[in-house]
């Protein structure tokens, strides 16, 4: 019962800041470009996993809707949609304002973070990266995580203060990755409680509804290579431990890796491969089953070739001159024909 009355407590407080969900202030601004996983939807998501956002539940409130992808890819990204909307069961009972949003194809983006089930201990600093203002700028603030003393060691939120000087969340950026000093992502910002203080739900209280609506390998879906290995991590999100079944296409190939080989890969477990290649296209297929690859050094599309032109027609001949009829029958008299018969009359008078 206690956790049902903090539950609804953040849910009015979210109700309330619904219209301008939380986001950075004050804080750095980054390039979207270089943290091209980072979506914007009037909140912030993160992308997972090939084709899902990760966000909080009330970012879904007006339903589906497309969500804004960084510009380095934005082009290639233009034509997808969100296809459906998984919210965690029983989200506002517990307070884990955690859901996950299916886009309609693969994305492209070629930057992740990895998901932790573990706990940012008590007192230390957390990293949230957001969009605020109705801006697509992204911003980057530091929050300080601790032990709330009216809510001791809560189980499904970490509750979260500013820290003076690193910038503060305003509205934009509910749904923002919190990232641990590792830089994995440990929880998912969520509500404002007013006086500086936050909370963010733990990944660890939606671990389980991550895996079973994603059952598949969290990965970079492209990948630009440099001369030498080129080291890939990725990451299980596999409900049960799962085997190392990648195999490569095209210009690729795995060289080593802590995944090769490997046939009990726990969930939420990373490991890596090394792959060289020439620069030219190809993948690193993870499961052809789930259609999880990573595309090497996409070739872009040729430009479309002329029609050919048409062969020339031919000048059309002009039509012959008419002959003079110079007596002919039926025809028109000719000048020497009308001067002779003028001779002929005038000797008759």
Not at 25 to 40: F, M, T, Y
Not at 83 to 109: C, M
Not at 164 to 188: E, L, M
Not at 287 to 313: F, G, I, Q, R, S
Request: proline fraction near 7%.
């Amino acid at each position: 019962m206690k956790y049902n009355t903090i539950a609804a407590s953040i849910l009015l407080t979210l109700i309330t800041a619904s219209s301008s969900a939380l986001a950075v202030e004050g804080g750095a601004v980054l390039d979207w470009s270089a943290e091209n996983s980072k979506v914007e939807a009037n909140c912030t998501g993160e992308l997972i996993a090939g084709k899902w956002v990760l966000t909080a539940i009330h970012c879904g409130w007006e339903g589906k809707r497309p969500v804004g992808f960084s510009p380095k890819y934005r082009e290639k990204n233009n034509a997808i949609e969100t296809k459906a909307i998984h919210d965690f069961p029983n989200g506002y009972t517990l307070g884990i304002d955690i859901a996950l949003w299916e886009q309609s194809s693969r994305v492209d983006y070629d930057t992740i973070n990895i998901l932790t089930p573990q706990k940012p201990s008590y007192g230390s600093t957390v990293g949230l990266k957001g969009f605020g203002g109705g801006k697509r700028e992204l911003g980057q603030i530091e929050l300080e995580g601790f032990n709330k003393p009216t809510v001791p060691n809560d189980p499904y939120l970490l509750f979260l203060r500013d820290i003076t000087g690193k910038g503060k969340p305003i509205g934009g950026d509910s749904g923002s990755a919190v990232t641990d000093s590792q830089n994995r992502i440990a929880a998912i910002f969520s509500a404002d409680h007013g006086l500086g203080v936050y909370s963010a739900s733990y990944i660890h209280g939606a671990k389980d509804f991550i895996t079973t609506t994603i059952n598949d390998w969290h990965y970079p879906t492209r990948l630009k290579t440099v001369a030498g290995i080129n080291t890939v991590t990725v990451q299980s999100l596999h409900v049960n431990p799962t085997a190392d079944t990648a195999y490569t296409e095209g210009d690729a190939t795995i060289t080593s890796g802590s995944c090769v080989g490997n046939n009990a890969i726990a969930p939420y477990a990373t490991c890596t491969y090394d792959i060289t290649s020439n620069g030219d296209e190809g993948k690193l297929v993870l499961d052809n089953t789930t259609n999880a690859y990573v595309l090497l050094n996409k070739k872009p599309p040729e430009p479309p070739k002329p029609d050919p032109k048409p062969d020339p027609k031919p000048d059309p001949k002009p039509d012959p001159k008419p002959t003079p009829d110079n007596g002919g029958g039926g025809g028109s008299l000719g000048l020497f024909t009308l001067f002779s018969l003028g001779l002929l009359a005038r000797k008759r008078h």
